[in-house]
Nanobody
Framework: QVQLVESGGGLVQPGGSLRLSCAAS????????MNWYRQAPGKERELVAS???????NYIDSVKGRFAISRDNAKNTVYLQMNSLKPEDTAVYYC??????????WGQGTQVTVSS
């Protein structure tokens, strides 16, 4: 029943911005931690940003100060605002949460390409 659907990815020049969205359903969104991961070809999937149900946030060092995670509980949506994008930010970005038994749920991913 859990469904996560990412959108907002695309091609952007270095220094540009994108806003990713993740529409969630199948669980009580406001009670869940939400996460954004990313995976570049040939690399491990890495946690980029997290937001708790109390709006505490955390970021990987490489995006700190450039990315901002937020949530709109009325819309069951989590966002990732990405500013000052760099080529090394190029990856597929995935929305994530955990369900019963700490199982991971993933969206289908949205491609972010930062290139001139």
């Amino acid at each position: 029943q859990v469904q996560l659907v990412e959108s907002g990815g695309g091609l952007v020049q270095p220094g540009g911005s994108l806003r990713l969205s993740c529409a969630a359903s199948g669980f009580i969104f406001r009670n869940k931690h939400m996460n954004w991961y990313r995976q570049a070809p040939g690399k491990e999937r890495e946690l980029v940003a997290s937001i708790t149900r109390t709006d505490n946030t955390n970021y990987i060092d490489s995006v700190k100060g450039r990315f901002a995670i937020s949530r709109d509980n009325a819309k069951n949506t989590v966002y990732l605002q990405m500013n000052s994008l760099k080529p090394e930010d190029t990856a597929v970005y995935y929305c994530n949460t955990k369900g019963l038994g700490s199982i991971n749920y993933w969206g289908q991913g949205t491609q972010v390409t930062v290139s001139s």
